[in-house]
């Protein structure tokens, strides 16, 4: 939703991550462990700080992207990389209605999105991805794709370049090779995978996922541009609960994603929101700058609830559609669970992820696969 996953869950555009030094590890643990090292060995504040991420921010409720303060200059450069990635992704035949994704490929797939997520750190960017491909989804129509949802359409070219989705360019580029590897599997099972990967990667739940999603066709399938959510609109939770409630998801559902916002940064250049810099974004390895909405930025637990709360530190971000869950009384009453109690925010947080990677799919088999 905004360049985050903002649900980040959106907020801004992410510069391909540059490679680094750390080739070795792919799993959760070792992943996370990395991650709070590099972190302790590069802080000088008090606070811990993280730094690794190459990747901007969740932005699934926070279409940030979708400001109109995006520079001319990153303008044209994002429509380069559109141009160039959707030449080697579009070039493979789309799926057709029959096809289905080979349980085999899928965890072969997984592997190698753990060893990705474990170099690049672009935990966020690949959450937002497959938020942003679901988050299209409306009840209020029957047809399929024609109803959005997780159906792999935002690999086409005029969906890509949606104000909402700026940035994810990149994404589809980290992935790239994976797809090509691994052909039997969909384009919208391999960013549900990936996204539900990155959240696990990172410390979080484990996501009761099933795959066998079937892709749109082409770019006639893509649904029309503002379907997903903004981040400083006038009246945040009204706003929040019209774009939640039209997928078929409830108040629960909606701060239980917001969460996920532990994840990321905001970059003023790309989406108008943030500050350039911060005591924990200045450093690398991950390319360096925009603004967190936690100090461990790469690390998913509880803390976002807790920083919101409490509104203490200038360095860290704090939206609209942030503030609002905490300023709705029927938000609250989430919030300050999650803030309180970390188990039962990974335990609502593991549902409604699972619930937001199904939105508006088809599924063959029609019980889906589970790997």
């Given at each position: 939703?905004?360049?985050?996953?903002?649900?980040?869950?959106?907020?801004?555009?992410?510069?391909?991550?540059?490679t680094?030094?750390?080739?070795?590890?792919?799993?959760?643990?070792?992943?996370?462990?990395?991650?709070?090292?590099?972190?302790?060995?590069?802080?000088?504040?008090?606070?811990?700080?993280?730094?690794?991420?190459?990747?901007?921010?969740?932005?699934?409720?926070?279409?940030?992207?979708?400001?109109?303060?995006?520079s001319?200059?990153?303008?044209?450069?994002?429509k380069?990389?559109?141009?160039?990635?959707?030449?080697?992704?579009?070039?493979?035949?789309?799926?057709?209605?029959?096809s289905?994704?080979?349980?085999?490929?899928?965890?072969?797939?997984?592997?190698?999105?753990?060893?990705?997520?474990?170099?690049?750190?672009?935990?966020?960017?690949?959450?937002?991805?497959?938020?942003?491909?679901?988050?299209?989804?409306?009840?209020?129509?029957k047809?399929?794709?024609?109803?959005?949802?997780?159906?792999?359409s935002?690999?086409?070219?005029?969906?890509?370049?949606?104000?909402?989705?700026?940035g994810?360019?990149?994404?589809?580029?980290?992935?790239?090779?994976?797809?090509?590897?691994?052909?039997?599997?969909?384009?919208?099972?391999?960013?549900?995978l990936?996204?539900?990967?990155?959240?696990?990667?990172?410390?979080?739940?484990?996501?009761?996922?099933?795959?066998?999603?079937?892709d749109?066709?082409?770019?006639?399938?893509?649904?029309?541009?503002?379907r997903?959510?903004?981040?400083?609109?006038?009246?945040?939770?009204?706003?929040?609960?019209?774009?939640?409630?039209?997928?078929?998801?409830?108040?629960?559902?909606?701060?239980a994603?917001?969460?996920a916002?532990?994840?990321?940064?905001?970059?003023?250049?790309?989406?108008?929101?943030?500050?350039?810099?911060?005591?924990?974004?200045?450093?690398?390895p991950?390319?360096?700058?925009?603004?967190?909405?936690?100090?461990?930025?790469?690390?998913?637990?509880?803390?976002?609830?807790?920083?919101?709360?409490?509104?203490?530190?200038?360095?860290?971000?704090?939206?609209?559609?942030?503030?609002?869950?905490?300023?709705?009384?029927?938000?609250?009453?989430?919030?300050?669970?999650?803030?309180?109690?970390?188990?039962?925010?990974?335990?609502?947080?593991?549902?409604?992820?699972?619930?937001?990677?199904?939105?508006?799919?088809?599924?063959?088999?029609?019980?889906?696969?589970?790997?």
């Amino acid at each position: 939703m905004a360049e985050r996953v903002s649900l980040t869950l959106n907020g801004t555009l992410l510069s391909p991550p540059p490679t680094t030094t750390t080739t070795t590890m792919s799993s959760s643990l070792r992943s996370t462990t990395a991650a709070s090292l590099l972190l302790r060995s590069s802080s000088s504040s008090s606070r811990s700080t993280l730094t690794l991420s190459a990747s901007s921010s969740l932005s699934f409720v926070r279409s940030l992207v979708s400001s109109p303060r995006l520079s001319s200059s990153s303008s044209l450069s994002q429509k380069y990389r559109i141009a160039s990635v959707n030449r080697s992704f579009n070039s493979t035949t789309a799926a057709t209605k029959s096809s289905s994704s080979d349980p085999d490929q899928l965890k072969n797939a997984r592997e190698d999105i753990k060893e990705l997520l474990s170099t690049k750190f672009c935990h966020p960017i690949l959450v937002r991805l497959g938020w942003h491909d679901a988050g299209t989804y409306n009840k209020n129509i029957k047809e399929w794709p024609q109803r959005g949802g997780a159906n792999g359409s935002l690999r086409f070219d005029i969906e890509l370049k949606h104000a909402a989705n700026a940035g994810l360019v990149n994404a589809l580029n980290l992935i790239k090779d994976i797809k090509e590897k691994y052909s039997g599997i969909s384009y919208a099972d391999l960013f549900q995978l990936a996204s539900a990967t990155a959240i696990e990667e990172a410390g979080g739940p484990k996501i009761p996922m099933k795959y066998g999603r079937v892709d749109a066709s082409g770019p006639e399938d893509c649904p029309e541009e503002g379907r997903l959510p903004d981040a400083g609109p006038p009246s945040p939770a009204t706003h929040l609960r019209e774009v939640f409630y039209r997928m078929g998801l409830d108040d629960k559902d909606i701060v239980a994603l917001s969460g996920a916002h532990t994840l990321g940064r905001s970059r003023p250049e790309r989406s108008g929101w943030g500050k350039p810099e911060t005591k924990y974004t200045k450093e690398g390895p991950g390319a360096p700058g925009g603004q967190s909405w936690t100090p461990e930025w790469l690390k998913f637990d509880n803390s976002y609830f807790k920083e919101i709360k409490e509104k203490r530190d200038e360095d860290l971000l704090v939206l609209p559609t942030d503030a609002a869950i905490f300023e709705d009384s029927s938000f609250k009453v989430y919030a300050e669970k999650y803030a309180a109690d970390q188990d039962a925010f990974f335990k609502d947080y593991a549902v409604a992820h699972a619930k937001l990677s199904n939105l508006g799919a088809e599924f063959n088999p029609p019980e889906g696969i589970v790997i």
